[in-house]
Structure formats: structure tokens, C-alpha cells
């Protein structure tokens, strides 16, 4: 079952995001920390400057299990919080089982959950996050295939719909703003704290404008590349002060878990401005902007909540082409929902296929040891071969039944029926809900398309489909697609099994 625990720039303000934010350097201990939850088995985590959000699914498949998880997984994200109340918090996250948290994990993917929808950086973010999960061999076959689909279903929506057409970007909202605020950006000075991917994004729409562009960052290395791209001028950290005088617009986008503009630096520089207003767009998460900042006459700050105005001015013009990308994610998550009936019912098929086997070869041992013993390795493999047919014959026509039934979503009556008749176990769970092993060999990522987009080819974990009958993991293999067994000692071995009430392992 997939999990979904999370908040975002629509459940909860930037003062709490920024304290559940989880920083680069911090990730694989925080991976380490909810793969050892003992109700989780595979686990990814998302964390932008508009969200915090935990994929996982349960360690087993029930509806119980599946709070269980999320319960677990939100104790982890409060843990974070700090000073801020565990119930503050708690009112902000939202969490999802089943088909909402697949749906909602399309959605990011896809751009539709984005404060700028359309925006291209999520999918970058995601397909990180993604890579860092596979690193830390936390993501097996399940969550790496509900990742497969998401990268699948945002390659299509940008394809398919005209969603990311024009300025679409946390940077390129900072921007209109400012156009909002002097007109006209010709000549303006602007300055850039910081030079990362955000930044980069800034620098081209400014360019474009005409504004005059400084970037300072603590690498001068980094600031003069991003410069020189945007005809800008590069500036080391140690003149900060100096652009600050200078500037009429700062955006600041560093990855600083601390304040780089505090009240105390801002004032040191507002009376050598001569009373020029002074125009601040935070959008760094967490904040580079000490909020008192805005306290100070002739100094203005924004941050990047408050951009959602602008956001949903831009989202009015998309509103057609987000309803035909949210079509797109209704379709896949259709298929995917399929897909994760066909798995449920695979443990059944595979124990009704070792029973049959089971029955059958023991009853054939006993008559090779009594009245068939004269017989040779000619006709005893003849024989062994004549019962697997068999096996196949019985177990062919439930197979498929129950396969079609789990495709309607009506596969468990059928499976408790057949449990229940053939006295199956009936503690099998799908593989893909175990905790995935850190010997794994982990998901591969594709080369980007020209769209930006590429699909995960996730590695045998999320290639393995029961209804597809593709390469993927034995234990998710169509049980009617297995080799027969031919071996007298094979045979002799599962007619020892039956006898003493150990089933027969899968071939």
C-alpha cells in the first residue's frame, strides 16, 4: 500500500516548512531514520521549498497497516519541528493510502500540485529525490514502480497539453512581481543572493528584461559562471553591502540554513541609499530574509508565499490545459490501480499452483515407488513431464479468472474462495511490500528527453508485472510461465515436502 505524509505551501505557511525542510546534506540520515520504522517498507522523500512529503508504502497491505505507517511516518515529521507544538504541526500535514496517494504523488510529478502549476523545476526535484531513495537502496519494486508511472505521467502531460508554455517558475513569479512593483525593469539594478538553479532561472528572465544583474554568492567561481551566461557582473560575499546600496531589487535564493540578511545588515546600509526604496523577494526555503526586515522604512519584503497571488493569476490562463492534465493523471492512475490488483492476487495464484504441483508429484512418487517401479528415467521423465502439463491445465483457467476479476477491482472473494477450498495459507503478502534489501540492485534512471522529461527505467523492481509477463522478480513471475519440473529428485523432493506438510518452494 502506498503512503503520502507530507505538508505544503497549501496546508501550511513558510515558518513551518522551513522547520520540517530536509537539507541536501541531511537526507541519507533521514532516509536511514524512517527506513527503520519497523511499519515501513520503502520510503523516498520530497523536500522543495514548497513541500516536505514522505512516499512509502506500509510494510504490509491492510488498511490498518496502512495508518499504521502514516502515523509513524508523521511522529518522524513533527520530531523535526523542533520549539513548534506537536499538534501545530500536526494541523498542517495532510497524508494519503491507496489511490489518493498515488493520485497525489501523479500530481507533483506532473506539476498540477505546483504554487506555479506548470512549473518545469519539480520534476527535476522529483527525479532527485528519486535517485537519492535509490542510492540509500530505500525504494524496491513498489514505490519504484508508483515512480516509473508518476516520470510517465508528467513526460505525457508536457507532451500532451500546452500546461508549460511560457514563463512558468518560482523565479519567473519573483519576477513579475517586480515587474508589478517598477513597470518596466530596463536598467534597474537587481541583485541575485546566490547562484544555484533558482537563481540561474532569475538571471535569464532578467536579462531578457534588461536589468542590470549582479550576483553574489559565497563560490565567486559559480557567481562569475552564472554571470557570464546573463551578462551580468559577478561579485564575491564579501560585497554584499556594496550591492545592497546599489540595488533596487534583491532576490534571494541561497541554500544558507540561517538568515543572510538580517534587520542589523539591512540598516547598516539604508541611510547610504539616500532614501531609495529598497524592493526584497525572499524565495529560499528556509528563509534568507529575517522577516523584521520589513520593519524598516523604505524596505519591502516578500517571500515566497507571497507569490501564490501571483501564481494563481498566471494558473487562470492554464485552467484548460490543467483539466486536461488532470485527465492524463486519472487515466494512469487507473492503470496503476490495475496493475497493483494484478500483484495482490499473485501469492494466491503461486500458492494454488504449489498446492496442485505439491498434490500431484507426491501422488505420483507413491505410484513410482510401488506399482510403477519398474519403470525407467525414459518413462519416469515421461511421466514428470505429463503431470506438470497437468499442473498447468488445472491451474490455468482460475489463474486467469482470478487475474481478470483483480483488473474490475473484484478479486477478493475470489481469493478468500479459493484460500479457502484448497486450505492455502493466507499469509502471503506481494514481495513488493517488504522492506527492500540494501544488496538490491537499485532503480536506473534514463537519460532526459528533449522535453526535459524522462521515464525511470527503475531497475527489475519496477519492471516486474505479474499481468505483463515481462522480466522482473521471481516472485512476482506469471506462476503459469514457470518451467515444469522434471527432475525425479526434484519430484521426490516436493512429494517429501506434501507428506510432511511443508509446501513445495515456487520454480
Known amino acids: 500500500m502506498i503512503v503520502v505524509v507530507g505538508l505544503s505551501h497549501k496546508s501550511a505557511p513558510i515558518e513551518v516548512r522551513e522547520r520540517l525542510a530536509v537539507p541536501a546534506d541531511g537526507l541519507p540520515g533521514f532516509l536511514d531514520e524512517l527506513q527503520s520504522l519497523p511499519e515501513v517498507g520503502e520510503v523516498m522523500v520530497l523536500s522543495t521549498c514548497n513541500r516536505v512529503e514522505i512516499y512509502a508504502t506500509a510494510k504490509h497491505g491492510s488498511d490498518r497497516d496502512g495508518t499504521l505507517a502514516a502515523d509513524a511516518i508523521e511522529q518522524k515529521l513533527i520530531d523535526r519541528a523542533g520549539e513548534l507544538r506537536s499538534e501545530e504541526v500536526r494541523t498542517h500535514l495532510f497524508r494519503y493510502t491507496d489511490d489518493p496517494a498515488v493520485r497525489h504523488v501523479f500530481r507533483v510529478a506532473a506539476s498540477l500540485d505546483s504554487l506555479v502549476v506548470g512549473e518545469p523545476q519539480i520534476l527535476g526535484q522529483f527525479k532527485d529525490a528519486f535517485e537519492k531513495a535509490s542510492q540509500a537502496r530505500s525504494v524496491g519494486m513498489l514505490l519504484g514502480r508508483a515512480v516509473e508511472s508518476a516520470l510517465h505521467v508528467a513526460k505525457r502531460v508536457r507532451t500532451e497539453t500546452q500546461i508549460g508554455a511560457g514563463r512558468v517558475s518560482i523565479s519567473s513569479a519573483a519576477i513579475d512581481l517586480a515587474r508589478q512593483i517598477f513597470g518596466d525593469l530596463s536598467g534597474r539594478v537587481t541583485a541575485l543572493l546566490g547562484a544555484g538553479e533558482m537563481a540561474e532561472d532569475a538571471a535569464k528572465v532578467l536579462c531578457e528584461d534588461g536589468a542590470k544583474l549582479r550576483v553574489v554568492n559565497r563560490s565567486i567561481e559559480r557567481a562569475q559562471n552564472v554571470a557570464s551566461m546573463f551578462k551580468g557582473e559577478a561579485r564575491p560575499w564579501t560585497d554584499l553591502q556594496r550591492t545592497l546600496i546599489e540595488a533596487d531589487v534583491v532576490i534571494a535564493s541561497t541554500s544558507s540554513p540561517h538568515f543572510v540578511l538580517t534587520r542589523e545588515l539591512v540598516a547598516s546600509i539604508t541611510r547610504a541609499r539616500?532614501?531609495?526604496?529598497?524592493?526584497?523577494?525572499?524565495?529560499?526555503?528556509?528563509?534568507?530574509?529575517?522577516?523584521?526586515?520589513?520593519?524598516?522604512?523604505?524596505?519591502?519584503?516578500?517571500?515566497?508565499?507571497?507569490?501564490?497571488?501571483?501564481?494563481?493569476?498566471?494558473?487562470?490562463?492554464?485552467?484548460?490545459?490543467?483539466?486536461?492534465?488532470?485527465?492524463?493523471?486519472?487515466?494512469?492512475?487507473?492503470?496503476?490501480?490495475?496493475?497493483?490488483?494484478?500483484?495482490?492476487?499473485?501469492?494466491?495464484?503461486?500458492?494454488?499452483?504449489?498446492?496442485?504441483?505439491?498434490?500431484?508429484?507426491?501422488?505420483?512418487?507413491?505410484?513410482?515407488?510401488?506399482?510403477?517401479?519398474?519403470?525407467?528415467?525414459?518413462?519416469?521423465?515421461?511421466?514428470e513431464a505429463m503431470v506438470s502439463a497437468a499442473v498447468n491445465k488445472l491451474t490455468h483457467a482460475p489463474s486467469t479468472r482470478l487475474k481478470a476479476a483483480a483488473a474490475e477491482g473484484a478479486a477478493s472473494d475470489y481469493m478468500d474462495a479459493l484460500r479457502h477450498l484448497f486450505d492455502l495459507p493466507d499469509n502471503d503478502e506481494p514481495a513488493a511490500a517488504d522492506r527492500p534489501s540494501r544488496r538490491d540492485s537499485q532503480p536506473r534512471m534514463s537519460k532526459p528527453d528533449g522535453n526535459g522529461s524522462s521515464e525511470a527505467a527503475a531497475g527489475e523492481h519496477a519492471s516486474s508485472d505479474p499481468s505483463a509477463g515481462g522480466?522482473?522478480?521471481?516472485?512476482?513471475?506469471?506462476?503459469?510461465?514457470?518451467?515444469?519440473?522434471?527432475?525425479?529428485?526434484?519430484?521426490?523432493?516436493?512429494?517429501?515436502?506434501?507428506?510432511?506438510g511443508v509446501p513445495k518452494e515456487a520454480s
Do not use: C
Open 471 to 500: 522480466n522482473g522478480s521471481d516472485s512476482h513471475a506469471d506462476p503459469e510461465a514457470e518451467e515444469p519440473q522434471t527432475s525425479g529428485a526434484v519430484a521426490r523432493e516436493g512429494a517429501s515436502r506434501e507428506s510432511s
Open 274 to 383: 539616500r532614501g531609495r526604496s529598497l524592493f526584497i523577494i525572499d524565495i529560499a526555503v528556509p528563509r534568507d530574509v529575517d522577516p523584521q526586515v520589513n520593519d524598516l522604512e523604505g524596505v519591502y519584503l516578500y517571500d515566497i508565499d507571497d507569490l501564490e497571488k501571483i501564481a494563481a493569476d498566471t494558473m487562470r490562463g492554464r485552467l484548460t490545459e490543467a483539466q486536461s492534465a488532470e485527465r492524463i493523471v486519472d487515466e494512469e492512475a487507473d492503470a496503476f490501480s490495475t496493475w497493483l490488483e494484478a500483484l495482490k492476487v499473485t501469492p494466491t495464484v503461486v500458492a494454488l499452483r504449489k498446492h496442485v504441483q505439491g498434490v500431484l508429484f507426491a501422488e505420483l512418487e507413491r505410484s513410482l515407488g510401488g506399482k510403477l517401479k519398474h519403470l525407467g528415467p525414459a518413462e519416469r521423465k515421461a511421466l
